[in-house]
């Protein structure tokens, strides 16, 4: 089984954050393609539905909201070990 990486982590919280793909790639500086294949891929590999989408909105399942939920702490965390090895 393929396994989530950190940017698809990023993904995901992103579109989260914004409910809105084209926002959502915006804000992150994607086109929308690769913003949804950083969402797609996960789900295939894990076999799960994160979210779900309609022409207006993107829904977190209750899946996703747990997983959105600690990949954020995974980021920060991430992000403090990088700035631990940087100072």
């Known amino acids: 089984m393929r396994k ?3 940017k698809q ?3 995901l919280c ?3 954050g914004h ?3 084209g926002q959502a790639a915006s804000a992150s ?5 690769p913003l949804s294949a ?5 789900e295939d590999a894990l076999g799960v539905s994160l979210v779900e989408r309609n022409n207006c909105r993107v829904y977190l399942s209750l899946l996703g909201a747990e997983v959105v939920k600690r990949a954020r702490v995974l980021l920060v965390d991430v992000q403090g070990m990088v700035s631990l090895c940087w100072d």
Request: aromatic share 10%.
């Open 4 to 6: 989530p990486t950190l």
């Open 9 to 11: 982590f990023r993904c």
């Open 14 to 16: 992103v579109v989260a």
């Open 19 to 21: 409910q809105h793909f």
């Open 29 to 33: 500086h994607l086109s929308q393609c």
């Open 38 to 42: 950083g969402i797609d891929e996960p």
